[in-house]
């Protein structure tokens, strides 16, 4: 009775139990007009791309002064290692694609050109903001000094492989403590995570100068679960920022064909949600634009998007062929004329005192391509989780006397477990399955003890 009561005072006072933004009221006859107003647009003409540099890596002559200054005050250190960083994701890159035509690893994705993004928007957030990425992010990563040994352990699922323990296909890389949330296959999951997890912040004492960092390419925000994701954090509120790199085909499906509107910065503000467009190719207006989205979303404590307008010069993943349905000459051109590495060392090159040189260019290639093989080399011959690790970690242990008859597994689980070791004794020591089961940690010895 008296929580009854409590409630009904509540609901004549119009307050809520929960917080969440400023309660709106919906008014939408504040504005009226005699005649039919239909429209297309919430801006004049394409919404424009925040720019500094041009490909040639010079500042646009109409750059606005206040964020000319902004840039020439900038701390030099950090522009460089952003190139650094940028320099060594190619490398990485080349590396583990010609790994997966080999055979050494199983699958893997590029960055190839979406350097610009990835590693200017990394620069601009703090090291405990929570970041949902997609699976070209691995420059935030290692922005964040996630260590190669780490990123090779998942790649080639071994059992040093702590966030995934080898389940986890390439690239889905995942760090608790570099606050990276575990990658996910299917397409959007992680927009809708990123507006809880925005609200949870929002909710908790300490964490008031944190904030939630999403990143999607334009592709994914053709699911329901980008428009779920944006509704749910402008209504919630929160810190978020969500970054979509809209690269020009989602997989094989040119922009064209994905929307008719003007992008994706167009339907931000359809949500009631700041938005800002940013040639995603300039490293240096990807910082300023995340940093300043970034101050946006923590003191509204709201979220706010971000659209990098950049492009995927390599394939979708090594299970695509792009040359099927673009042009080899197109990629090219691309990649001589308007590269984000490009525009950024011509930068660093210009300043007094010059921040970047051939000599230290090929310094960082040197290093960082020997880091890269001297950990690719550890990993691949390091053996895989034992294989009774496929079971654990999906239900809660089972207590009690069901858990002692199925060792702490749900019933499935547990004869899925027992079908798995009634083969491996029948077959276990024929030439193919005894190779494989090598692979693993204890190997057929492990699985005897089950």
Not at 14 to 34: D, Q
Not at 75 to 86: H, I, P, Y
Not at 135 to 161: C, H, K, N
Not at 174 to 191: A, D
Request: proline fraction near 4%.
């Amino acid at each position: 009775m008296l929580v009854r009561q409590t409630a009904l005072t509540l609901a004549r006072r119009g307050t809520r139990t929960l917080a969440t933004t400023a309660i709106r009221s919906h008014t939408p006859l504040t504005e009226t007009c005699s005649s039919p107003h239909f429209f297309d647009a919430v801006h004049k003409g394409t919404i424009p791309s925040f720019r500094l540099l041009g490909p040639d890596g010079v500042l646009v002559k109409d750059a606005e002064e206040e964020w000319v200054q902004r840039a020439k005050g900038e701390d030099g250190e950090k522009l460089k290692r952003m190139l650094e960083v940028m320099t060594m994701l190619p490398i990485l890159d080349q590396i583990l694609y010609s790994s997966q035509r080999q055979g050494r690893i199983s699958f893997y994705m590029t960055g190839y050109g979406e350097e610009g993004t990835v590693v200017g928007s990394a620069a601009a957030w703090e090291n405990d903001d929570e970041v949902f990425a997609q699976y070209r992010e691995v420059g935030v990563l290692i922005w964040r000094d996630y260590p190669l040994s780490s990123l090779m352990a998942q790649v080639f699922s071994t059992a040093s492989d702590i966030a995934t323990k080898g389940r986890q296909m390439p690239v889905h890389y995942g760090s608790r403590e570099h606050h990276f949330h575990t990658i996910s296959s299917p397409l959007g999951t992680q927009l809708p995570q990123a507006a809880g997890a925005a609200y949870a912040l929002k909710r908790t004492p300490g964490r008031e100068n944190s904030c939630v960092v999403c990143y999607a390419g334009e592709g994914a925000t053709s699911e329901g679960d980008f428009h779920a994701g944006l509704n749910m954090a402008s209504v919630l509120g929160g810190p978020l920022v969500y970054v979509v790199r809209n690269n020009g085909f989602a997989i094989s499906t040119p922009v064209s064909q994905q929307y008719a509107g003007d992008s994706i910065a167009a339907r931000g503000p359809g949500y009631g949600i700041e938005t800002v467009r940013v040639d995603g190719n300039d490293p240096l207006a990807v910082y300023l634009a995340c940093k300043e989205a970034r101050r946006k979303a923590v003191e509204g404590q709201k979220p706010v998007l971000v659209e990098a307008m950049t492009y995927r010069v390599g394939h979708h993943s090594t299970s695509d062929d792009s040359s099927a349905y673009r042009s080899l000459s197109a990629v090219e051109s691309v990649k001589k004329l308007d590269s984000p590495i490009h525009r950024l060392r011509r930068y660093l090159e210009s300043l007094s005192p010059a921040l970047w040189s051939a000599e230290h260019d090929a310094k960082i290639k040197d290093e960082s391509k020997r880091a890269i093989l001297r950990e690719f080399s550890k990993a691949e011959k390091e053996k895989k989780p034992q294989l009774a690790e496929m079971f654990g970690d999906v239900f809660a242990p089972v207590q009690g006397e069901e858990g002692q008859r199925y060792g702490g597994l749900e019933r499935p689980q547990y004869e899925q477990k027992a079908e798995l070791k009634r083969l491996i004794e029948k077959w276990g020591e024929t030439q193919t399955w005894k190779k494989e089961l090598e692979k693993f940690a204890g190997g057929k010895e492990a699985v005897a003890k089950w």
